[in-house]
């Protein structure tokens, strides 16, 4: 039942959010967001003590074709919604700091995108996930659409051509595995679209290695890993800056997550297949996004071939197929959450403030804004993988995963340590520390509203960084899991 109010009430107060206007829309927004992190910091206690099963809810929704509303919550799906829940409210509020036209349809579709979000998170049915997969990419195509820059309509367009030719592509190889199934247990439906029903499938080597990339499509766009991430540049620029964090932040995770719960176990055969053109691939990613990063002169740009670098790398630790890669890249993806909606935030509070993100035009800003200047240097510390942030522990279990694979290949990988330390700090260094520019005398410093944003993420990276076993001892039987039937 839990599950279920953690599911709808975001969507609840999407629809009332449509009936609000003013100051109010922006309470029922925020209020509903901290009330679904509350929800989700209490999930976590109780499945410490009650396990899995607690929230496990299992509805026929389409009997006749053995079509379930199933959700429920493991370790890996839990510290997702966590995630999700936890970054929301931060974005709300980050939100606030500019006047939206139609605040209350912008801040509707935000809460709309996290019941799709958490509906990817917990389905246990294969169209279920499929469904709540398409629900969240609606809402991001008009925030981003409605609200974003002046090119906004072709990037956007591009963005949604992509994410729907990879989810129908996935959706293909769904109806192909729901046709190979059997009735499930006291159903009438000829065949079965539950998850533990493909898990049990007895495919052949070539089937599988044709279904892998099927599926595999989807989360490779959504990630995205090279080369099919031409997207993700110019929409992480152009969307509004709420938009591009719910991007970067959590919806990018999707693709790591769908990769671990639905494509590793159900077809590994294919996965032994495909394993090592998938890691170059992830590591031509690695290298192409920083050395391109460095180039860059926009500090959204900038992040945004930064984000598709680590992305890189946790896509060659899931691909590892150890126990310390997976474990590497579920603490990362908190890690990297944390620390790109940081970057994204600091990319806005300057922009806001100058009116520009183009690097050259910036410098001298750390004068006027000591607490600007420590927020940005501690998100941009971890994103290089300082030890004792989150950033490095899941850097380094990723690392050592493609090492146990591959030595060279996980040489080559963590060059992206390296990489990230030259585009970063150099940035950090011309926007902040460089010589003075026009608004080196008039920008001020963060408000105390925006270092309220900025705290609990600097709590969790420090949190992440110097007690990851609070989140691995979570992970670590759902990833032992995935393994196990990986290796079956």
Not at 212 to 225: C, E, N, R, T
Request: glycine fraction near 8%; aromatic fraction near 14%; hydrophobic fraction near 55%.
């Amino acid at each position: 039942m839990l599950t279920a109010v953690l599911l709808f009430l975001p969507l609840a107060a999407a629809l009332l959010l449509l009936f609000v206007k003013g100051a109010a829309a922006r309470a029922l927004a925020f209020g509903a967001s901290l009330l679904e992190f509350a929800l989700a910091a209490y999930a976590a206690f109780a499945f410490k003590t009650h396990g899995s099963e607690a929230f496990n809810l299992n509805y026929n929704w389409i009997p006749s074709a053995g079509i379930n509303f199933h959700i429920g919550l493991d370790g890996l799906s839990l510290l997702l919604v966590l995630l999700t829940t936890f970054l929301v409210p931060l974005i709300l509020l980050s939100a606030f700091k500019r006047d939206y036209d139609n605040p209350s349809t912008f801040y509707a579709l935000i809460l709309f995108m996290q019941t799709g979000l958490l509906g990817v998170f917990t389905s246990l049915d294969a169209f279920l996930f499929y469904f709540f997969w398409e629900v969240a990419l609606i809402p991001i195509y008009f925030l981003a659409g409605a609200w974003g820059g002046e090119r906004r309509v072709a990037v956007t367009l591009k963005f949604f051509l992509y994410t729907v030719v990879g989810s129908l592509l996935m959706l293909a190889g769904f109806v192909y595995l729901y046709l190979q199934t059997g009735p499930a247990a006291g159903s009438l439906a000829q065949h079965s679209s539950e998850l533990s029903a493909f898990y049990n499938l007895k495919l052949s080597s070539s089937e599988q290695s044709w279904l892998f990339w099927l599926i595999f499509a989807a989360f490779a766009v959504k990630m995205p890993i090279f080369p099919f991430h031409t997207w993700q540049p110019d929409t992480y620029t152009e969307a509004p800056a709420p938009a591009t964090m719910l991007l970067s932040g959590i919806m990018l995770k999707m693709g790591i997550y769908g990769t671990m719960r639905w494509l590793l176990p159900v077809v590994p055969l294919g996965v032994s297949q495909w394993q090592k053109p998938v890691i170059i691939l992830s590591v031509i990613g690695i290298i192409y996004g920083a050395i391109i990063a460095i180039r860059q002169r926009d500090v959204k740009r900038l992040i945004a071939y930064s984000s598709l670098s680590h992305v890189g790398l946790m896509a060659a630790g899931v691909f590892s197929l150890t126990q310390i890669g997976m474990q590497g890249a579920v603490i990362q993806m908190l890690a990297h959450g944390v620390n790109v909606v940081g970057m994204f935030l600091v990319a806005d509070a300057i922009e806001r403030r100058t009116g520009t993100r183009y690097i050259p035009d910036l410098g001298g800003l750390t004068r006027r804004t000591p607490l600007l200047s420590v927020c940005f240097l501690i998100m941009l510390l971890s994103t290089v993988a300082l030890p004792l942030t989150g950033g490095f522990v899941g850097e380094f279990l990723l690392l050592e995963g493609v090492f146990q694979y591959n030595a060279w290949v996980g040489a080559v990988a963590g060059l992206t340590i390296i990489f990230s330390a030259v585009y970063l700090l150099r940035m950090f260094q011309r926007v902040m520390l460089g010589p003075d520019s026009s608004f080196s005398e008039t920008i001020t410093d963060l408000t105390g509203g925006e270092l309220l944003i900025f705290v609990p993420l600097i709590a969790l990276v420090f949190w992440i960084g110097l007690f990851p076993n609070t989140f691995l001892h979570i992970s670590e039987p759902a990833v032992t899991n995935i393994l196990g039937l990986v290796g079956r």
